[in-house]
């Protein structure tokens, strides 16, 4: 079945190559689909486009196909197109004629910016909670292990002393700037383009302003041709925040297999996280991290497809933005998977606490010696000379004594000033008002 379907039959070659995954990557939106055609009814009732006995049949039969929806249960049938023509089956079968009447008023160009809107601000909710936890994780690990020094590189040469308080620290607080990106791309994602039809709006009297407020969306999208320019846009925006979530993730993941291995010892991960070999038997391999570093990395070149896609491309639907969906709709799964390992993985992970023990590591304490004499009143340039002949001498003997006191050093971390940037990101989601108004809708 097909909406637009009249007498010619659509030669077979050329419907499968354009429906192509359609019937796939629909199944992400069931039902959010369904949601959006309850708030588009109840608007259509409210301009006389339904009768009120009209609008009780439909909704609960929508409430049903809903139910079927959240349980994974929904199934797209040979020979329907997509989604939208599937939820427009099933209530005519079970109301008839009635069933027919809910596409008033709306083409599957809105439709379909409607539920890729209220699929995101749904998935970016779920990655907004699953990165909070990790950021609790990472800040709790930071303030446990604050007090033990570890090495810190540049160029990956032994550098300067770290600790794992700043490691752990360093990567909750980019969670806190990737949060910040992501919050922007909600607010880019949270507003309503239901009600542009084709693109270019409707000659019935529509309710946009009802619509957005039983979505529980903050706006609209105002001028219908912007809000089919919307569609590419917004995927293309929160992919960049994603890629922001997936950067830090990946970086993360390569410390990890870097500060795993025998060469550097700094964590250990427990047996049971780690891999084997089919002919070394002592390998333990970090797979997650690996893996973790190979999804998030893809995720990273995810905007740059979007963009590709979209790129050349006027104002006005085309086809073309179909394919956006493959490639991003299954993208927040694989997102959600890495930061649900990562933070599994890092509220085991054993911290080494004697690594500065080893004498390769005395070079790390050149500079505080520098400082040293510096603050006893020797002129930098000296002082740097005398220790850099010294170390050249081989007669340099460090000093292990770290004294780092300035906001976001060693012996001040402020975890506490980032843990309140974190909630002040969270809070400006304000995420309750959609929950309270899609579950409005489902329950009645």
Request: net charge negative; hydrophobic share 40%; charged share 25%.
């Amino acid at each position: 079945m097909k909406l637009w379907e009249k007498n010619v039959r659509v030669d077979k070659a050329v419907e499968a190559f354009t429906v192509g995954k359609d019937r796939e990557m629909d199944l992400y939106l069931a039902k959010y689909d369904v949601l959006g055609s309850m708030a588009h009814i109840r608007m259509l009732e409210s301009i006389g486009l339904l009768q009120k006995d009209e609008l009780d049949r439909l909704c609960a039969e929508l409430r049903n196909i809903y139910a079927i929806a959240d349980r994974g249960q929904f199934v797209i049938e040979d020979g329907i197109e997509d989604v939208h023509s599937q939820v427009e089956l099933l209530l005519t079968r079970r109301l008839g004629d009635v069933g027919k009447k809910i596409h008033s008023g709306r083409s599957r160009n809105d439709q379909v910016l409607l539920d890729l809107k209220l699929f995101t601000r749904a998935q970016i909710r779920e990655l907004t909670e699953l990165t909070a936890e990790l950021f609790q994780v990472l800040i709790s690990r930071s303030d446990r292990y604050k007090d033990v020094l570890m090495p810190g590189y540049t160029h990956l040469q032994v550098a300067m002393p770290s600790s794992f308080g700043l490691w752990f620290g360093a990567y909750a607080e980019s969670l806190v700037d990737d949060l910040q990106l992501m919050q922007a791309a909600y607010k880019i994602t949270n507003r309503n383009p239901l009600g542009s039809a084709a693109g270019y709006g409707s000659s019935f009297p529509l309710n946009r302003e009802m619509t957005t407020q039983l979505l529980g969306f903050d706006s609209m999208d105002y001028n219908v041709v912007y809000a089919q320019m919307g569609r590419g846009k917004m995927e293309r925006t929160v992919a960049f925040a994603m890629a922001g979530i997936a950067g830090t993730l990946s970086k993360l993941a390569y410390d990890a297999c870097l500060f795993n291995s025998q060469n550097f010892g700094f964590i250990k991960l427990p047996d049971q996280f780690t891999t084997g070999s089919s002919i070394m038997p002592h390998k333990k391999n970090p797979d997650v991290f690996e893996l973790t570093r190979a999804k998030c990395n893809k995720i990273q070149g995810l905007p740059q497809q979007i963009t590709l896609i979209t790129n050349n491309l006027p104002s006005g639907y085309f086809r073309d933005l179909q394919i956006i969906k493959e490639v991003f709709l299954p993208a927040f799964d694989e997102l959600k998977d890495c930061l649900r390992m990562v933070t599994f993985m890092m509220q085991e992970v054993e911290v080494n606490e004697h690594i500065l023990d080893d004498p390769k590591y005395a070079l790390l304490f050149s500079v505080e010696e520098v400082n040293r004499r510096v603050w006893e009143g020797m002129p930098f340039r000296d002082a740097y000379k005398d220790v850099g002949l010294a170390i050249e001498a081989g007669t340099f003997v460090p000093d292990k004594t770290v004294n780092h006191t300035h906001e976001g050093s060693i012996g001040n971390l402020c975890n506490e000033h980032i843990n309140l940037l974190m909630q002040h990101v969270l809070d400006g989601f304000s995420f309750e008002k959609a929950v309270g108004a899609e579950n409005e809708l489902i329950n009645g």
